[in-house]
């Protein structure tokens, strides 16, 4: 007879959903990008702030309409969340699509995050080009 190995079952994950976060943007930061969105659907399950981050994996996956969905859930989640609106409104222009929900989106995140101003602005100033000179 063989001798068999003890199985262990884990019945409780033992990372808190900050921990997956974290894993899930050192894993970005490597272009893992299905381990970071793992990691990031892990932490969504107790931390809003983690659609952002899927929403951002699956921008660059250029899986737009999934980008949208997780942008706008993390929107959902937390009204106040710049980032979210700021990269929902970039997604809006970088499809060329609902310019003036991504006008207003843009702006939004200026006002609500006046330390990234400058970036926001940025997004809001290229949206508001495209709407000028389609």
């Not at 921990?19 to 990008?33: D, I, R």
């Not at 980032?83 to 499809?95: P, Q």
């Not at 101003?117 to 997004?123: E, G, K, L, N, P």
Request: hydrophobic share 35%; aromatic share 8%; proline share 5%.
């Amino acid at each position: 007879m063989g001798c068999s190995m003890p199985r262990i079952i884990v019945l409780k994950d033992p990372l808190t959903p900050e921990e997956h976060l974290k894993l899930g943007v050192s894993y970005e930061q490597n272009n893992e990008l299905d381990a970071a969105e793992r990691e990031y659907k892990a932490a969504a399950k107790g931390l809003p702030a983690a659609f952002l981050y899927l929403g951002n994996i699956s921008f660059r996956k250029d899986a737009y309409k999934e980008a949208e969905e997780y942008y706008e859930k993390a929107i959902e989640q937390d009204p106040a969340n710049a980032d979210a609106l700021n990269n929902l409104a970039w997604l809006y222009y970088t499809e060329r699509r609902n310019l003036d929900e991504a006008e207003r989106l843009a702006i939004r995140a200026v006002d609500l995050n006046p330390r990234k101003a400058d970036i926001f602005r940025d997004t809001l100033e290229k949206i508001r080009s495209l709407k000028n000179n389609p």
